[in-house]
Nanobody, 115 residues
Framework: QVQLVESGGGLVQPGGSLRLSCVVS????????MGWYRQAPGKQRELVAE????????NYVDSVKGRFTISRDNAKKTVYLQMNSLKPEDTAVYYC????????WGQGTQVTVSS
């Protein structure tokens, strides 16, 4: 059974930084591309960043390019999202999942950007 456990969210002021982590179990982690997704209140969940199975290529949605960095550690079965220069519009629940996503989702981690 796949388990996705996200952590690292919190309340941060605009311009601040956070680093999210996601530990994955129950699947062959190193064989799949992984992504970070987010869902803001009243909006659909969107993919914001993805990384290939090897970690050597990343893609980002335009709104986070230059501010967010996705990475992974296959030995630790963990994917990370470094978020810098945070904006209020980054406020959302952040989830990790494969890319494309599985039907199963973890509980996510809340990121709130507010002064």
């Amino acid at each position: 059974q796949v388990q996705l456990v996200e952590s690292g969210g919190g309340l941060v002021q605009p311009g601040g930084s956070l680093r999210l982590s996601c530990v994955v179990s129950g699947t062959a982690f190193s064989m799949y591309a992984m992504g970070w997704y987010r869902q803001a209140p009243g909006k659909q969940r969107e993919l914001v960043a993805e990384v290939t199975y090897s970690g050597n290529r990343q893609n980002y949605v335009d709104s986070v390019k230059g501010r967010f960095t996705i990475s992974r550690d296959n030995a630790k079965k963990t994917v990370y999202l470094q978020m810098n220069s945070l904006k209020p519009e980054d406020t959302a629940v952040y989830y990790c999942n494969r890319s494309p996503a599985l039907a199963y989702w973890g509980q996510g981690t809340q990121v709130t950007v507010s002064s």
